[in-house]
Structure formats: structure tokens, C-alpha cells
């Protein structure tokens, strides 16, 4: 559980409080009504600690970065024009942390990746070392594509997201997010080959395609 919520009560709620409804749970919040940040935490913090790993991958900083995301957003709430926009109001913010991490780690000229013997337990029907090793490839290229472009990719190609809400996430066209992804299919194609164990996974084919599918 985040630090954040450490410093406030948490109410008994019962559990169909706010009846799944992000507009009623933003307007509760405005008002003060007890258990509305743990409700809004609780349902939005495995969405917002997914796209930070899928665009930052195994990343020490990864808890704090999380904390900051609802920190600002919490900061910001307010002011949000349309509470039903709340998830990809999130994702926007969660994105905007992302890149500012990015930022900081190339202007240190540093970057971190999680040693094997340091990845969390995971149980039998987790990926093999084999997977383990391709997903650590994976980011080690991704670290070599410019900020916009990487984030444009993972939100697409690793989680999963539809163009628009691409195009919504980081805050720009649908035009404009094709291009990118364009250019860091590109990228990411010709700096994979360098990697022997994304070889098998290139020879397959590219799982990007087309930029302009929808």
C-alpha cells in the first residue's frame, strides 16, 4: 500500500461504493466523503504501476515513481474539467512521471537495470529465464530510443493500448503518434538485431505491423 494512503484514515466503505462510477467517485472525493482516495487508489494503482513498468521495465525507483503519480494527481483532482476521464486523466499523469524519470536517468548518463538475483519470486507458471532474459533485451533497446518514441511503443506494443488512447496518453494527434511509431518500429527493429536472444522473437516476424492499424 502507498506511503500516501498511510497518512489518512481508511473508513469502513462498503465495497460497491461509488458503484465502479469514476465520475461519482471524483465528486465524492471533492467533497470530503470518507473513503474516497482508498477507493480511488484501490481501483486505479495496478493500472497506473502497469504503464510504468511497461514503459520503464524493471526500474528501482518504480515504488516511488508510483507514489508520485497519485501524488500529483491527488494535487490536481480539482481541477479536473471531466471526472469521467479519470483512468486516462491518470495515465496521462502516469506517462508525464515516466518521461521525467527518462529525462533524469540519460542526464546522469545512468541507467539502472534490476539484476537477476534481485527479481522478486515468481511462481512456477512464471516466464522462463529465457523470457526473462528476451524482457531485459527488450528494455536494454527500448533505453536506446528517444523518450516520446519509447513511450509511444510500450503503451501500444507492450500493454497493449489503442491508438487513440495512445494519442490521449501522451497528450498529441493520432497523426502524430503514428509517426512515432513508426520511427521507433524502425528503431527498435534494427537495435533488436543486436541482441542474440531477441533473435527467435525477430525471426518470427515484428509484432508491430502497421502503425496505421486501428
Not at 119 to 124: A, H, I, K, R
Not at 173 to 196: C, D, M, N, Q, W
Request: aromatic content about 8%.
Amino acid at each position: 500500500m502507498s506511503a500516501l494512503l498511510k497518512l489518512v484514515p481508511r473508513p469502513a466503505v462498503p465495497r460497491d461504493a461509488f458503484a465502479g462510477d469514476d465520475a461519482a467517485l471524483v465528486l465524492a472525493f471533492r467533497r470530503g466523503d470518507p473513503g474516497a482516495l482508498a477507493t480511488l487508489y484501490d481501483r486505479h494503482a495496478d493500472h497506473v504501476h502497469r504503464v510504468l513498468y511497461r514503459i520503464l521495465g524493471f526500474d528501482h525507483e518504480l515504488a516511488d515513481l508510483h507514489h508520485d503519480v497519485f501524488v500529483r494527481a491527488l494535487g490536481s483532482l480539482p481541477k479536473l474539467e471531466d471526472p469521467s476521464a479519470l483512468k486516462g486523466w491518470l495515465t496521462m499523469i502516469t506517462v508525464h512521471v515516466a518521461r521525467s524519470s527518462i529525462t533524469r536517468r540519460r542526464r546522469r548518463k545512468w541507467l539502472w537495470f534490476l539484476p537477476s538475483d534481485e527479481l522478486p519470486e515468481v511462481p512456477s507458471s512464471a516466464p522462463s529465464e529465457e523470457v526473462l532474459d528476451a524482457l531485459r533485451a527488450t528494455y536494454a533497446v527500448l533505453d536506446t530510443l528517444p523518450a516520446e518514441e519509447r513511450i509511444a511503443f510500450a503503451l501500444r506494443f507492450i500493454d497493449g493500448m489503442e491508438l487513440t488512447e495512445v494519442a490521449a496518453a501522451c497528450g498529441t494527434s493520432l497523426a502524430t503518434i503514428k509517426r512515432r511509431l513508426a520511427r521507433a518500429g524502425a528503431r527498435f527493429e534494427a537495435e533488436a538485431r543486436r541482441h542474440p536472444v531477441l533473435e527467435p522473437w525477430l525471426e518470427r516476424g515484428t509484432r508491430w505491423g502497421n502503425p496505421s492499424d486501428r
